[in-house]
């Protein structure tokens, strides 16, 4: 799909997804110069677990190591919670990885850490890929997903920071992932995970709009001022 030209936009599933998605998709573009943008509550960079080296915490170590994404061109946004564990966190600093847990963007702010990490994101890299685990959100906002922390991005935050990734970024990929339809109440999470989809196809739509001429997207725009 991605050879293709197309914009691959995955729904997952568990983040195991994450290895197959993001490397068939470098690979099809430039291997060594796609980055990654990932929310999520969690690293994801695991090495075995239960004896196995592939499950959803450990993707983004897979990918990293495959070569197809590299270590210093991944941002996590939205970590938090008691894990990693020293041993992980030590091979995470050693690949260079940049992590943005939720104590920085409370304290930094959400817009300051996305205006860095896409300063990175594009040093050396032609390409992005998006990855959105729901459980990047507070449970309050998503709680059907399997592995819930408190203390995350509300929905807002989430849907208008990948409207913006979505919009200025060359975006190359995406999925979202762990959203869990069982433990879903009222389908809050479901809805949730539906508008993110919306939010960057219509983000992407608007880029290739502006791309073309005419004035610039501005979410100050009132909605009726015919543009």
């Not at 068939?24 to 430039?30: D, F, I, L, N």
């Not at 959400?110 to 729901?134: H, K, M, N, W």
């Amino acid at each position: 799909m991605a050879s293709s030209g197309a914009i691959p936009l995955v729904l997952g599933g568990d983040h195991t997804v994450a290895l197959p998605d993001a490397r068939g998709t470098a690979r099809a573009h430039a291997p060594g110069r796609t980055s990654m943008i990932h929310f999520d509550a969690h690293a994801d960079t695991g090495n075995i677990s239960f004896g196995h080296l592939y499950g959803h915490g450990q993707p983004m170590r897979r990918l990293i190591e495959s070569g197809a994404i590299r270590g210093d061109r991944f941002l996590q946004i939205g970590l938090r919670g008691y894990w990693p564990d020293p041993e992980t966190l030590s091979w995470m600093a050693e690949q260079n990885m940049r992590s943005y847990e939720m104590t920085e963007i409370v304290a930094r702010g959400l817009e300051t850490c996305l205006t860095e990490a896409f300063g990175i994101a594009l040093d050396e890299c032609d390409r992005i890929f998006l990855s959105v685990d729901i459980d990047v959100c507070d449970p309050g906002h998503a709680p059907g997903t399997g592995t819930p922390e408190p203390g995350g991005l509300t929905a807002r935050e989430l849907l208008d920071a990948v409207r913006r990734i979505c919009y200025e970024l060359p975006v190359a990929g995406m999925e979202v992932v762990e959203v869990a339809p069982p433990y879903d109440h009222a389908d809050v999470t479901a809805f949730l995970g539906n508008r993110v989809i919306l939010e960057a196809l219509s983000a992407m739509a608007r880029r290739r709009k502006d791309d073309e001429g005419g004035p610039r997207w501005d979410p100050r725009q009132p909605l009726l001022d015919g543009r």
